[in-house]
């Protein structure tokens, strides 16, 4: 059954920063089922002008150039990890999915990402020693999201008017949140909330996490930088994504309303519609 994608996105610098230092890519194709049709990136970069500007740069353009000359991004599942996902064999499916050639593909390019960023800081000591990025993609395959992320920025699923969080966030206060140190609405308050763990230059290899999520027609994605979510939550995120069916428009409102609520950080939304 052929599948029917939109996306948007849009960047902004929000109220507090001069620069902007997110980067952000989409591209989407109508495709058959089982084929590459969509690739989705939003990446924040750390460090300041020259520093963080410029990993993020690097870690969207790299994510890009893989995707594009990469077979393997291209190649059709395993047929027994197709059969075992539609029967339900969480086991076997573990055991296909650490092997798809789609997880391979997304580990190899955020490797080549991270070495990227990693070999600017080396050479560049003197205005990049801090520079880093997190990222977060989707790599759209029929009716499949492929989601990976590291550090804090975010992939959502909106479905049915529920707002379901997709990546986990690399983060101090995300950690103390799943230890029951802290309510997850401290999150927003906590003098460390800007600290995180896991991010793209710090070191190399980087560890990346992967989930793949089956989609629905109706299905709503929102990739989005720190910069939105810490000053949008989500129950208002889910209202502005139900609310607004075109996907430019959705992005638009998102992003101002992040500016309303503060703006202090770089603000960078992707709205996906599916079916």
């Known amino acids: 059954m052929p599948i029917k994608i939109t996306a948007a996105g849009q960047s902004d610098a929000g ?7 997110d980067w952000f890519y989409l591209r989407v194709e109508q495709s058959l089922q089982e084929e590459l049709s969509g690739l989705l ?6 460090g300041g002008h020259l520093a963080g500007e410029v990993a993020s740069q690097l870690t969207v353009e790299t994510l890009e150039s893989e995707f594009s000359r990469s077979p393997r991004a291209t190649r059709k599942l395993d047929a027994r ?7 339900g064999d969480d086991v076997t499916a573990s055991a296909a999915i650490a092997a798809a050639p789609v997880y391979a593909a997304i580990r190899e390019a955020v490797q080549r990402a991270n070495e990227v960023v990693y070999d600017y800081t080396q050479h560049y000591p003197d205005r990049a020693y801090d ?8 790599v759209l395959k029929g009716w499949t999201a492929y989601v990976a992320n590291v550090g804090d ?5 909106l479905r049915d008017g529920r707002l379901e969080q997709l990546t986990t966030d690399h983060s101090l206060v995300a ?4 230890a029951g140190s802290i309510q997850p609405e401290e999150i927003y308050s906590h003098p460390q909330r800007n600290v995180i763990y896991r991010s793209l230059g ?14 629905r027609p109706g299905d709503r994605l929102l990739l989005c ?18 609310g607004t069916p075109d996907v430019w428009e959705a992005c638009e409102r998102l992003v101002q309303t992040a500016n309303e609520h503060g703006g202090k950080d770089n603000i960078t939304a992707i709205v996906v519609k599916v079916g």
């Open 202 to 215: 710090s070191e190399s290899p980087v560890e990346v996490d992967i989930t793949r999520h089956p989609l």
């Open 175 to 178: 950690g103390l949140v799943a």
């Open 41 to 46: 990136v939003v990446a924040d970069g750390m």
């Open 15 to 21: 109220r507090e920063r001069e620069k902007n230092e």
């Open 131 to 138: 520079a880093g990025s997190t990222v977060t993609m989707a």
């Open 225 to 242: 930088s720190d910069g939105l979510w810490e000053m949008v939550r989500d129950p208002e995120i889910a209202t502005l994504l139900e």
């Open 81 to 87: 990890a197709r059969q075992s996902w539609e029967q």
């Open 153 to 157: 920025s975010r992939t959502y699923l």
